[in-house]
Nanobody, 115 residues
């Protein structure tokens, strides 16, 4: 079993920034994929950004140029730097790590973008 613990959510004004963190109980370097998803009320969970073991990144079109995914392997932690936030970015953000073809999710951290 792998535990993922997220932090960093909160309330921010439009145009502001937040950094989300997700710390895993197992080496994130051994995960085939790690990433961030989000789910807004009444909507399906959607991909935000992923990073592979080899360091290849992938972003949803809606966040390209504004969000950056990164990781600190020594700390077993991945990050999501979010800039130029918009009200439509309001969601619960979940981190994901895939080990041996099994997906593990964090508990979610809420991000609210509002003036």
């Amino acid at each position: 079993q792998v535990q993922l613990v997220e932090s960093g959510g909160g309330l921010v004004q439009p145009g502001g920034s937040l950094r989300l963190s997700c710390t895993a109980s197992r080496s994130i370097f051994s995960a085939s994929v790690t990433g961030w998803y989000r789910q807004a009320p009444g909507k399906q969970r959607e991909l935000v950004a992923t990073i592979t073991r080899g360091g290849r990144t992938n972003y949803a079109d809606s966040v390209k140029g504004r969000f950056t995914i990164s990781r600190d392997v020594a700390k077993n932690t991945m990050y999501l730097e979010m800039n130029s936030l918009k009200p439509e970015d309001t969601s619960v953000y979940y981190c994901l790590s895939t080990y041996d073809a099994m997906d593990y999710w964090g508990q979610g951290t809420r991000v609210t973008v509002s003036s």
